[in-house]
């Protein structure tokens, strides 16, 4: 069994910043990308961020300059900062992890997501 649990959402003024974190839990061998992606009302889920193993970065148009994301290797954890929040980017967050884990013995590969966390911007 593997969990990706999100954390860190909430209500953030305009301007405002956050920090989203997801962990990621159970038979884990290996953790390749891990990623935020957001999904708005009435929207398709749509990428943020992602990060390999080896710290290389993507971004969304929508999300540079503004967004960073980073990982703990050690804690099977992925960040999420988020910097000069705007209504836009009020969405429920999705933390994604392409990920090994054993099961019987056996190595299976897999992608894994978060139930979500939401992200209110508002004033």
């Known amino acids: 069994q593997v969990q990706l649990v999100e954390s860190g959402g909430g209500l953030v003024q305009p301007g405002g910043s956050l920090r989203l974190s997801c962990a990621a839990s159970g038979s884990i061998f290996s953790i390749n990308a891990m990623g935020w992606y957001r999904q708005a009302p009435g929207m398709e889920r749509e990428l943020v961020a992602n990060?390999?193993?080896?710290?290389?970065?993507n971004y969304a148009d929508s999300g540079k300059g503004r967004f960073t994301i980073s990982r703990d290797n050690t804690e099977n954890t992925v960040y999420l900062h988020m910097n000069s929040l705007k209504p836009e980017d009020t969405a429920v967050y999705y933390c994604?992890?392409?990920?090994?884990?054993?099961?019987?013995?056996?190595?299976?590969?897999?992608?894994?997501w978060g139930k979500g966390t939401l992200v209110t911007v508002s004033s």
């Open positions: 990060i390999t193993s080896g710290g290389m970065t």
């Open positions: 994604n992890a392409d990920l090994v884990y054993v099961n019987l013995n056996q190595l299976n590969g897999m992608d894994y």
